[in-house]
């Protein structure tokens, strides 16, 4: 695993010339510069972003302006590009070189500051007038289940004599997801019909969806690719990470549960997920670092594929994670939105670096942009579960919101709202952003 | 579904200039005209092909050469492209006129012919100094199960209690593959290693997979995608299916067993999975239509969404499948290949165009040049098994080469080869091509 890299960027005390980025309750201060692809409203063509405060460092004017000469060309190319796919593939070292010069650009008292500071119309876009898009094509998309709670929570409702599988405690298990569902935030979402049932063995009947659910999950960007047979040593694993971003795996519980034996979820999960635009780099969540998940004792140790001393010590990331909801009538009564729960990336079983290791390790090939989601994040408690079938455990205790509504799963017209930030004593708090969707109705 | 279209390209009396196309053996006659994308010795540039006997027509060739001047300029485009994606983003339609006027270019005794004749030098390729590449930028690769008799099979050696799910006969079952496990024909396949387990419960072992498989399956690309959130009704289903191709979905069984609760397949079938590289349009198979499948008495008629006169007529394709090994033992002793089995894609449970139908029912967007494979092609009987997982009875019964050599599962240096044909009186016999790759040692 990389060492720690605490350097300048990681200096509560910088003071950016881009006053939003200065406010204590910014997602985006100096000590951030998330990636994202936005679009200008007049034209069609995305650019490469770097987000600070409530503007973003537009990377194809800065590279034009000349403010990124100091850089390698093909790093200037990637910053020139459609996508993020480019800066991914150069590799966690070229993007740590871009973001430290951003961070001199952005700064109120440096040369570059002031020389950028000059050039501000021309090279700083407001969030006003831009869209954001799914920052890279992902060539594929797989998602892991690395939350013991959420397992064990769904496992018992789904198999109630046997919630953990075996394998659990074993292996990161995850599944293939479906690259195509990808929308960034902000995308309306269309409720499924699908086939369900009242009875385990059927007959099944087609309708929409009558318990569509989120997933609040960590999504996970690759940066250099791997090439097919090539494995991983768990101790690089994370020179393969580019960033992190906020996942809404949407589900549809009562397809899934109908359709998900004996090939896993398909359906009921590839009508729609949800990315944040931003992908905050690992390097600006360096200061954020934790253990890895402390093993209960009689669980068995990682095997040793997956064992690594640096990622026990610290292949954790301590991020608070939220789950926010409006509803039709909550908006209509001007009430603000309601936080359903609170979790803790770090409550995670396996880290980051465990799930690419085994990924790789049958020697499936891993591209850059390619995206791993974390599975649900859930902590020990319920106000920690990250999704509603856990909430309000499988419809029999619904959640009641601020205007009198309840909530099994989600209705018409719900908004869910992800957040995440992390905070440390002596260190500027960062943020993820936002990953909102609104569920539309089925089509008729 | 689309209606019988038999033209003169399925007359079985037309003869090509190229030879080598009116031999009765040959898979590519002019009946059958196959896309695909190859790249010349010379350049590195990819190029649309179209196969004619053991020959290629070069589409960059013959449309710089005026040949393709009658098309669309879109289609002219599609043709110069370096995946065959933008050609089956434009439809099945303008794919037709393709196909139609090349086999008015590569007949004998048409003007068009005549010139392509002349042509010839330039805009043949022979198929000694290219090389095959995937045929299309496969943006997400699901795999179905639709083979009741490898369901139940397979089943019953996994689940011996509840061999075929309660779900089966409902609905198409399938699962998200990786996009980036697909390779072209020849390429070698390295054993993975992983976990597998002695007893259900584990403790679990990590070594190099001692129950390597094939599987035989038709593997389907997309023509024109769908927007996330659309439908579509299975009488239009075709619409959206470019052709079809050969496809070994590489299995590692201990692996399987070990990670497949309760998400799906994961790494046991990520490491690789290899396509032909001929594509063969639902116009070339036009003749070779069969009823779908005749269901059991007792057996539930198909939702209305899935159920269709005309699939149920015609939904079906009667193509020959075919599985062939050769060991290293063999190759020494200058054996031939031996045939492991011998199957029917019209005995398939469940049509393309359900399968497609169901895929897109809840709002999944398919995209051109995405991939769906059948699920492994098992007959009712033992010889029409379509993976040695089935055919070799989870190991029980080995099968016995002419060597001698007895095989449950594959070993190091097996080549595996996949053969496909349909054949009816009064129409030309057309065929697939080979789908072969050759089992390397797992790493050290």
Chains 1, 2 share one sequence.
């Not at 949800?274 to 209960?296: M, N, Q």
């Not at 690594?308 to 009564?333: C, H």
């Not at 908004?415 to 440390?424: D, F, I």
């Amino acid at each position: 695993m990389t060492q720690p890299l605490l350097d300048d960027t990681h200096d509560p005390s910088a003071q950016s010339w881009v006053e939003s980025a200065n406010a204590p309750d910014t997602d985006f201060p100096l000590a951030n510069l998330p990636f994202g692809i936005f679009r200008h409203d007049f034209e069609e063509r995305p650019r490469v972003g770097i987000a600070i405060g409530d503007r973003v460092l537009d990377c194809l004017a800065a590279v034009r302006a000349g403010l990124f000469n100091t850089v390698d060309p093909a790093v200037r190319d990637a910053l020139t590009s459609w996508t993020l796919n480019p800066l991914m593939a150069l590799g966690r070292s070229d993007a740590r070189d871009v973001r430290r010069l951003a961070h001199r650009l952005l700064q109120a008292e440096t040369p570059e500051g002031a020389k950028a500071r000059a050039l501000a119309d021309d090279v700083l876009a407001s969030t006003d007038s831009i869209g954001m898009r799914v920052p890279a094509e992902i060539g594929d998309y797989s998602d892991f289940y690395a939350s013991i709670h959420h397992a064990t929570n769904v496992g018992s409702m789904f198999r109630p004599d046997n919630p953990l599988l075996p394998n659990y405690k074993w292996m990161p298990i995850g599944y293939h997801g479906r690259a195509s569902s990808i929308v960034p935030s902000g995308t309306p979402v269309r409720r499924p019909r699908g086939q369900s049932v009242a009875s385990p063995d059927g007959p099944p009947t087609v309708s929409p969806s009558g318990r569509m659910d989120y997933e609040l999950e960590i999504g996970a960007y690759i940066a250099r690719g791997t090439r097919q047979g090539d494995v991983v040593p768990i101790a690089r694993a994370e020179d393969y990470l580019f960033g992190l971003c906020l996942l809404n795996d949407w589900s549809a519980r009562d397809l899934q549960q109908w359709e998900y034996q004996p090939l896993g979820p398909f359906l009921s999960k590839s009508f729609a997920s949800t990315v944040s635009p931003w992908v905050v780099t690992l390097d600006a969540l360096e200061p954020f670092r934790v253990a890895s998940f402390t093993r209960a004792p009689g669980d068995p140790a990682p095997l040793p594929y997956l064992d690594d001393a640096a990622d026990r010590a610290r292949g954790g990331f301590g991020i608070t994670l939220e789950v926010w909801i409006t509803t039709e009538a909550m908006r209509a009564a001007g009430a603000p939105a309601e936080r359903l729960s609170r979790g803790d990336f770090g409550t995670m079983y396996w880290t980051l670096a465990q799930m690419l290791t085994h990924h790789a390790s049958g020697g499936c090939a891993l591209r850059p942009g390619d995206l791993i989601g974390s599975g649900t994040v859930s902590g020990p408690d319920r106000g920690s579960r990250g999704c509603l079938l856990e909430l309000a455990w499988r419809g029999q205790s619904p959640v009641t919101l601020s205007t009198g509504e309840t909530r099994a799963f989600l209705q018409d017209g719900d908004e869910v709202t992800l957040r995440a930030s992390c905070e440390r004593e002596g260190f500027r708090r960062i943020g993820f952003g936002t990953c909102a969707g609104r569920v539309m109705p089925a089509l008729a």
